[in-house]
């Protein structure tokens, strides 16, 4: 598939800067969103002049709510008549101890990380359909299958939301020949990817010495991300498209980029199927016996 139209949500940086100059090289129109108008500006004077007629930039924070939403997608659809891929990538992590944080910190997570997502996919999907040869993207995380780390309970709790949310869209939307793409990336070295200040606001004296580890491990490891995420940015593109990499090779649905993640996802399934195993017997004992109900 290419010769399409672009949503992506978070195009200014990261992630979502990388697939809007990867779509435009190949031909794709594209759609670029973010929260700063300074940064889509600098976006677009980034670009190579033969890109500048296939890009159009819009404003939108996806936390703003469903309805205003929905008003920057239908006019961004207008740009060129509809919209043919959508890619959620806008998302941030608020790390912090999951009672300092409480449900605070919880729902500013989640509006970012999963109803941010939600808006933007519900907004888009009619013009999915109307593409007979849709594409939604959401960019999860492998954080969802290493919860057990100090500091990361509300984000991956975040994107455990989203990348059900999208399984559930996987099965939903195959009827319309819309086809879902849960991407779940480890750690990638990618701009102001742990700016956010460790969450203070509450602090419990219990998790003194907790909090000063944890606040040091985040301070500490940007620049340390094992992965690449040019290399990331066009396996996933590459799947969009169903060429490279991906050519000739069935609709992944998941794809797990990183060897980070693979260890995490790997272990996380490992760990469920020895406590399936080691309580077998207790899992089959609360079946219903027939017989004594007749």
């Not at 500048?52 to 709510?65: M, Y």
């Not at 993640?261 to 195993?277: Q, Y």
Request: a neutral charge; proline letters at 4%; hydrophobic letters at 40%.
């Amino acid at each position: 598939m290419a010769g399409g139209i672009w949503f992506i949500t978070g195009a200014t940086s990261g992630f979502g800067k990388r697939f809007a100059v990867l779509a435009l090289s190949r031909g794709e129109r594209v759609i670029a969103t973010g929260r700063s108008l300074v940064k889509l500006q600098a976006l677009v004077s980034s670009l190579k002049p033969e890109f500048l007629e296939h890009i159009r930039t819009e404003q939108l924070d996806v936390t703003a709510g469903a309805h205003e939403v929905k008003v920057v997608v239908d006019r961004a659809a207008k740009h060129w008549g509809g919209i043919d891929v959508l890619v959620n990538n806008a998302g941030i992590g608020y790390p912090g101890l999951t009672e300092e944080g409480g449900t605070k910190l919880l729902r500013r997570q989640f509006e970012a990380n999963l109803f941010g997502v939600a808006d933007v996919s519900t907004a888009a999907l009619p013009y999915l359909r109307q593409s007979k040869n849709g594409r939604l993207v959401v960019v999860g995380s492998r954080s969802a299958w290493s919860a057990g780390k100090f500091g990361i309970g509300p984000y991956a709790a975040s994107k455990a939301a989203v990348n059900t949310l999208a399984e559930n869209l996987m099965f939903e939307l195959a009827p319309f020949n819309i086809k879902v793409l849960l991407v779940l990336p480890g750690a990638f070295h990618t701009e102001g990817i742990n700016d956010q200040k460790f969450f203070t606001e509450n602090p419990i004296s219990v998790y003194d010495e907790t909090r000063a580890a944890s606040i040091k491990f985040f301070s500490s490891i940007n620049g340390k991300q094992p992965s690449d995420p040019d290399k990331g940015a066009e396996v996933v593109v590459d799947v969009i498209q169903e060429q490279g990499i991906a050519e000739g090779r069935p609709w992944p649905y998941y794809l797990v980029l990183g060897e980070d993640a693979e260890a995490d996802i790997r272990s996380k399934c490992n760990k469920l199927l020895a406590n399936l195993d080691e309580w077998a017997g207790v899992t089959r004992s609360v079946k219903i016996d027939r017989q004594t109900l007749n």
